[in-house]
């Protein structure tokens, strides 16, 4: 799993998503690199922080995008969201109890997400926004 690349097919067709989306990649490289070299909890604290914000911004942002176009599935795509922060406050309160392999989890969960997540649910609304002009 820590050859992980992304690739064309990870792609939405929504410019702005697409490098958003690229994000959880570089997050999920650093969590490789962290396990690597040995910098446990201070390096995962901050791929932790970096996820709540991108989730934040990147999430909030995406569902502004879908509400604004009426988006038909867009109460299904935000329970998505909110099953993807909901595992981020898990992943915090794990981190706190010191829970042995977060690092592992966390990154199977951040792969998962990218490829179940971004390639079959995200996939959804490429077609609906780029006729809305999105691109």
Same mark, same amino acid.
């Given at each position: ?16 998503? !697409? /490098? ?9 490289? !650093?969590?490789?690199? @962290? ?7 201070? @390096? ?6 970096? %996820?709540?914000?991108? @989730? !934040? /911004?990147?999430?909030?942002? /995406? ?29 915090? /309160? ?15 969960? %951040? ?8 390639? %079959? ?5 490429? !077609? ?8």
């Amino acid at each position: 799993m820590n050859n992980f690349e992304w690739d064309k097919k990870y792609d939405v067709g929504i410019k702005q998503f !697409d /490098e958003q989306h690229k994000q959880l990649l570089t997050a999920l490289k !650093d969590i490789y690199k @962290a396990m690597q070299d040995k910098r446990d909890r201070l @390096a995962l604290a901050q791929i932790i922080n970096n %996820l709540k914000q991108y @989730a !934040d /911004e990147h999430l909030s942002i /995406e569902e502004a995008c879908l509400l604004e176009n009426s988006y038909p599935e867009y109460e299904e795509h935000v329970r998505q969201h909110e099953i993807f922060k909901e595992k981020l406050e898990k992943f915090c /309160e794990d981190f706190n109890s010191d829970k042995f392999l977060l690092h592992f989890e966390l990154a199977v969960f %951040l792969k998962n997400w990218i490829v179940n997540h971004i390639m %079959l649910v995200d996939r959804k609304y490429t !077609d609906f926004l780029n006729s809305k002009g999105l691109y």
